[in-house]
C-alpha cells in the first residue's frame, strides 16, 4: 500500500464505520451438506451442540455479559462459552439462564436469581449501591476534589500576582508617546505568540 | 552444570549484600575506593547471574529432565525457539530471568552513566545490588523459587510447554515487559542517590532520563505485545480484559507517563521535586506490586504463576521498600523547596499537573478496583467480583479527559498564555474535533464514549499537526530550507517535543481502535460441510462464510484438527480462513494438555474478522463456529509502532547534559571527607 492509499483509508476510517453500526443482522443459508465422522474426535476436546438461536439472542447475551462464569476463569459467561471450550460450567450457566428466559423471566430477574443463588460475585461488576458506592466513586471523586483544590489555587495565584503588579503598572504606564497603532498590536501579538511557543 | 548455576547465584546473592553493605554504611561509603569497588561488584554480579542463565538453558537445551523446571516446562518434542522461551514459563525460570536483566542493567548504569554523576554511583549499584539480592533470597530461601532443584528419578521426558505459551508473542512479550518493570530500578536507585546523597538538584533527573523512556518504552511495547497475544491466542475476541495482571503492568506505565511530563517542570521551572521522586518511587514499588500479583495468589487472575509461598517475601519487601523510600523523602523533605511557582492557570506547567492528576488518578482508580474485591471482603465479608464494567465505568471519563489535555497541553505556553494567543492556537484543533464530531454524528453515531474519543482524537490530531506545519513553516521562513529538510530538521533538533507528538499521535490511535471494538458484532453457528453462514460487518459489508471441511494431521508436537471456511465479502471472494484445535503430545504420542484453540483472522485498516472453531458436533465434520467482527483492530497495533518510533526519537542522544551539583552542594559530613 502506497503513503497515498494509506492516509485516503485512515483518514477515511472512522466514518464508515458508523455507516451500519447497528445493521448487526445475520443470515444463515440452509444448505444441507456432509457430516463425515472424524478420523479422531477425541483430540477436539468436548463435543459441542447445535447452536439455536437462542444462542445469539441479543438478550441472552446481555445477561451473560453482566454475569460471571464460577470456573474461576475471570470471564463473563458469554465470553467464556465462546472461547474456552474445555469449560463444563459455562455452558451449564447458559442453558440455566436460557431456561429462566424461556420461562418467561427477563434480565433483572434473571441476574437477580443468579445472584440468590451464587452471591453477589457471580455480577461482574458489584451493585453501584452501598459500600460498592465507595468503590465506583471514590477515583473521581479524588481527582475532582484534587483538580478544583488545584485549580482554585492557581486562580488565586494568578490574581494575587495581577494584583500585586497593578500598582506597579500603573507607575509605569506608558506615556501617549509609546501607543501602539493596531496593526503593531497585531505584530506584537504575533511575535509573542511565536515566542511562547 | 546446573551446579555451576546454583554456586553462581549464590555468588551473586552474597555479591549483592556486599555491594549493598559498601554503599549504604555512611563510613564505607564515604571511602574514596568504594565507588569502584561496588562498580566492580556489579560487574560480578550480572557475570555471576549470566553463569546461572547459561546454566539453566543448557539443562533446557539438554532435556535434562532430572531438572525439575526442565521437566516441568518442556518436552524434548518442543520447537528450539519454545525451548529457549521456556527460560521464563514458569516462576523460578521467571524469577532467575528478572535477577539476570535487574544485574544486566545495574551493570550498564555503572559503565554507561556519564562520569560527572559518579557521586551517585555507589548508591546506585547498592540499591540495585540490594534489589538483585532480594530476587535471589526469594529463589534460594523460599524453597519454591529455584530454578536448579533436583528431581528424585529422570522422567523420560517432560511435561512440555502450556500450549497458550507456545505462540511467537510469548518468546517476546513477557520479556519486554519484564524489561520494562526491571529497568525502572534504575531511577528509583538514581532517585534513592540523590536522596541519600543529598544531591537534589537536576543532575539526577538527566542521568536518569533515558533510563525512564527505554523502561516507559519496555513497558509500552510489552503492554501492546501482550494484547496482540491475548488476541490471536486465548480466542475471546478482544484484547483487554482488566484482569488483574493486566492492570498490574498498566499501574507503573502511568505512573511513569505521569513523570515524563512533570519532570519537565522540574527542568524547566525547578518545580514539583517532591513529587516527582514520588512517581519514580511509586513506579517502583508498583512494578514490584505487579509481581507480587502474579505470584501470590492473592488476586485470582488467569495470568497469575502457581500459588506459592513467596507472595509473603514480595509483601514484605514491597513494605521495606515502600518505608525506606518514604522515610527518606520526608527525611529530605525541606531540602526539595520549589524554586518557582505556578503563575497561571492558562499555562503549560498547570496543563501538566492536571495531565499528572489524571494519569495518577486512572493509575488510582485501577489499582482500587484491583484491590476493592480484597477490601470489600474484609469491611462487609462479602466476595464481590470487579470486572471489565466496573472498570470501563470509572475509567473511560478519566481516559476521555487525559485525550483532551493530550491536545490542550502543547497549546499553551510555559509560565502563561495571552487570551489572543489561545484563539490563535485552539482555533483550529478545536475546529478539527467538533467538525470530527458533527461527521460522526451525521453519519448515525450515538454511542456517547466512542463518539467523545473519536473527536477528542480529532482536536488532538488536530494539535500535533498543527505543531508540525508551524514549526515547519517556521524553518522555511528562517533558515530557506524546503519542506522535507525542514520536518526533519525541526524533528531533529527537537527530539523530545516532536518524539512527544508522535507519542501522542500514537495515543490517539489507540483510543480510535479502542473506540471500534464498541460497534464488534458476533454470532455463533454450527454448519455442516458446504453450508454458508453470513454476517453484516458496522462497515455495511456482508461475509459469507462457507464451511469447507476439517483435516486432522499431525504437526510437530500436536495433533491438528483445522476448519476452513470460505470467506466472501460481498460476493468477492477474500481467501481461506483457517481456525485449529491442537492437542499437544508429548514425545511418545501421549496428550499433555487440555485442547486448544488457534483463531483464524482476516485483518485490514477497517476490520478483522475473526474465527473460532469451537468444536465438533456428533463427532463429525459438523462444526459449531464463533464468528466475530472487529473494527479497527489494526489501528490498536499500528499505535504501538508509531509509540515505539515516536518514543526511540525522544531517546536518541542529544549531546548535551548539565553537570551534577559540585560536591559543595552536598551533605556536610561528605565534604568533611573529601577534605580529609
Known sequence: MNRRAFLSVTALTAVPVLLAQDSSRTQDSAVTGAADPLRDPGSIGQLRAVTTPLDNAEDIKAIERRLKCTCGCNLDIFTCRTTDFTCTYSPALHKEIVDLYTGGKREEDIVAAFVTKYGESILLAPKAAGFNLLGYLLPSALVLVAGTVLGLVLLRRHRDRLLAAAPAGAASAPSAGLELSPEQRAQLDRAMGEIEQ | MTLLGQFALWAALFLGLYAAVLAFVPSLRNRPDTQLVVERTTYAIALALWVAAVSLWKAIFNHDFNVEYVASYTSRNLPTYYLFSAFWAGQKGSLLFWAVVLSTFGAVAQAATSRRYRPLLSVVGGVTSSVVAFFLSVMLLSGSGNPFGRLAFVPPDGNGLNPQLQNPGMVIHPPMLYLGYISITIPFAFAIAALLTRRLDVGWIVAIRRWTLLSWLFLSIGITLGMWWAYVELGWGGYWAWDPVENASLLPWLTMS???????????????????????????????????????????????????????????????????????????????????????????????????????????????????????????????????????RVNVPLGLALLALTGIGPLIAWRQTSAANLRRQFTAPLTTGLVTAAILLAAGMRDFYATMALALGGFVLGTVVQEFVRGTRARQRMHGENMLTALYRLIARNRRRYGGYLVHTAIITYFVGFAGMAFSVSKETTLRVGEKVQLKSPYGHTYTLTHLGISQYDALNRRVTAASLEVERDGKKVGVLKSEKRQHVDSFGNPTFQPSTEVGITSDLREDLYLVYAGSVDGTERSTFRITINPLVWWVWAAGVFLVIGGLITMWPSGWSPPIAPLSAAAPEERVQVIA
Not at chain 2, 282 to 289: D, E, H, M, R, T
Not at chain 2, 316 to 339: D, T
Request: proline share 4%; aromatic share 14%; net charge neutral.
Open chain 2, 258 to 392: 505521569a513523570f515524563l511530563h512533570s519532570v519537565m517542570i522540574q527542568e524547566k521551572r525547578g518545580m514539583l521535586k517532591r513529587w516527582n521522586l514520588g512517581l519514580i518511587i511509586a513506579s517502583f514499588l508498583l512494578s514490584i506490586f505487579g509481581t507480587f500479583i502474579t505470584r501470590s495468589g492473592v488476586i485470582a487472575s488467569v495470568h497469575s504463576f502457581t500459588q506459592s509461598n513467596i507472595g509473603y517475601f514480595f509483601v514484605g519487601f514491597l513494605a521495606l521498600a515502600g518505608a525506606v523510600s518514604f522515610a527518606l523523602l520526608y527525611l529530605r523533605w525541606p531540602e526539595l523547596e520549589p524554586e518557582g511557582q505556578l503563575d497561571s492557570l492558562a499555562s503549560r506547567e498547570a496543563a501538566f499537573l492536571f495531565n499528572n492528576l489524571i494519569l495518577v488518578g486512572i493509575a488510582f482508580s485501577v489499582l482500587w478496583g484491583t484491590l476493592f474485591p480484597i477490601l470489600s471482603e474484609a469491611v462487609r465479608d462479602t466476595k464481590i467480583t470487579v470486572g471489565p464494567p466496573f472498570f470501563n
